[in-house]
């Protein structure tokens, strides 16, 4: 979590050109995102940063 913008920061491996391609059939990608995977061990990290990110 960024404590000053409250945004969640991720970090995961860049997404390879299939699953890229595949991806912007659902949603386009602007010039300034990236697709990223992350494992699947992730999944508990990812939802307790959420968790924490809930407003108040």
């Given amino acids: 979590m960024d404590e000053?913008?409250?945004e969640v920061v991720i970090?995961?491996?860049t997404a390879d050109a299939d699953t890229?391609?595949?991806t912007?059939?659902?949603s386009?990608?602007?010039d300034h995102e990236g697709v990223i995977r992350l494992p699947q061990r992730m999944i508990p990290?990812?939802?307790e940063a959420l968790?924490?990110?809930e407003p108040e």
Avoid: E, N, S
Wanted: hydrophobic share 45%.
């Fill in 11 to 13: 970090q995961g491996a």
């Fill in 20 to 22: 890229i391609a595949r």
């Fill in 45 to 47: 990290l990812l939802r």
């Fill in 51 to 53: 968790d924490g990110a």
């Fill in 4 to 6: 000053v913008t409250h």
């Fill in 24 to 26: 912007v059939q659902d």
């Fill in 28 to 30: 386009p990608l602007p």
